[in-house]
């Protein structure tokens, strides 16, 4: 079993930063890619930003030039750095790691609440 465990959301004025973090743990062989997704109230979960295990980020056109997404390997750990925070931003943020263990799985963080709000 694989755990990922989320820790950097909150409250923030637009405009302000926030940095999450997800750490990946357990029965892990590799990890290929790792990502951020985001649910709003009354919306459909939503991609982010992922990032490959060749460094190759993926950004959603609403947050590009805005977010960073980052890598540890040593770690298991990916970072979403969010600059230029918007009140449209505000949303749980889910952690989200494709893992090889013997066969491939998807797993999911339990979600950390952002919230841009003046």
């Known amino acids: 079993q694989v755990q990922l465990v989320e820790s950097g959301g909150g409250l923030v004025q637009p405009g302000g930063s926030l940095r999450l973090s997800c750490a990946a743990s357990g029965r892990i062989g590799s990890v290929p890619a790792m990502g951020w997704y985001r649910q709003a109230p009354g919306k459909q979960r939503e991609l982010v930003a992922t990032?490959?295990?060749?460094?190759?980020?993926t950004y959603a056109d609403s947050v590009k030039g805005r977010f960073t997404i980052s890598r540890d390997y040593a770690k298991n750990t990916v970072y979403l750095q969010m600059n230029s925070l918007k009140p449209e931003d505000t949303a749980v943020y889910y952690c989200?790691?494709?893992?090889?263990?013997?066969?491939?799985?998807?797993?999911w963080g339990q979600g950390t609440q952002v919230t841009v709000s003046s």
């Open positions: 989200n790691a494709q893992v090889i263990y013997i066969s491939s799985r998807n797993y």
């Open positions: 990032i490959t295990r060749s460094d190759t980020p």
